[in-house]
């Protein structure tokens, strides 16, 4: 059954650092999520991306972040320079169908430690 | 003191028993309503699913109830197994839009 990946499962950098969060995508979807769930507590939305372009963007997703789908496969989460606040779990989901009236497909997450 | 974050309702059933999780919805104007299944380590996984037009929809082993009224959503577990223990969350939508937004989650604890 198609999947969502998502590599690395484990990130560890320094506060100020950049990182990028990779995802692979169900092949035949369109629209494409990240969101974070910090320890124990609800996944929460960051941003949505359809057409080569962000959707709709959630208050977390400020300018220290930002998406890419450099190629056919690949989109991306960069965060320019990472705080304390931002260690948590991000998921990249997919779904196959315009607008989000569809169910979302989940990676296993990357787990982000900001030191 | 304690820490709010890592507090999740929980509800502890004993395998075989059924379960009901409940969740309230924010947004009146959601029209789609999903319920999703996270074990641990792993990303959450699509469980069922209903739209606004409906109250009531069965899956096997599970059945999601919505009440708009009182913006309210259930999902109902039967003969419950050791393999349903997770953390269960509600998430809604809006036709036409481009965000699902999840619940608080519930963790359930089946015990053999």
């Known amino acids: 059954e198609p999947e969502v990946t998502q590599t690395p499962s484990h990130q560890v950098t320094q506060m100020g650092q950049e990182v990028i969060l990779r995802c692979v995508p169900i092949s035949n979807h369109l629209y494409f999520y990240w969101y974070r769930q910090i320890l124990g507590q609800k996944v929460e939305f960051l941003v949505s991306?359809?057409?080569?372009?962000?959707?709709?963007k959630s208050e977390i997703f400020d300018d220290q972040f930002s998406v890419e789908r450099p190629d056919g496969s690949n989109f991306t989460l960069k965060i320019r320079s990472t705080k304390l606040e931002d260690s948590a779990m991000y998921f990249c989901?997919?779904?196959?169908?315009?607008?989000?009236?569809?169910?979302?497909?989940f990676g296993s997450g990357t787990q982000l430690s900001v030191l | 003191g304690e820490s709010v974050g890592l507090h999740l309702p929980t509800l502890s059933v004993q395998e075989g028993d059924n379960s009901i999780i409940n969740c309230a919805y924010s947004n009146s104007a959601s029209d789609y309503f999903i319920w999703y299944k996270q074990e641990s380590g792993k990303g959450p996984q699509f469980i069922i699913d209903i739209r606004s037009n409906m109250d009531k929809r069965q899956g096997q082993r599970v059945t999601v109830l919505l009440n708009k009224t009182v913006k309210h959503l259930s999902l109902q577990i039967a003969a419950t197994q050791p393999g349903d223990s997770a953390v269960y969350f509600c998430?809604?939508?809006?036709?036409?839009?481009?965000?699902?937004?999840f619940g608080a989650g519930t963790r359930l604890f089946v015990k053999a």
């Open positions: 991306f359809y057409n080569n372009e962000i959707s709709e």
């Open positions: 998430a809604e939508t809006i036709t036409g839009g481009f965000k699902t937004i």
């Open positions: 989901a997919s779904s196959p169908r315009q607008g989000t009236n569809e169910k979302l497909f």
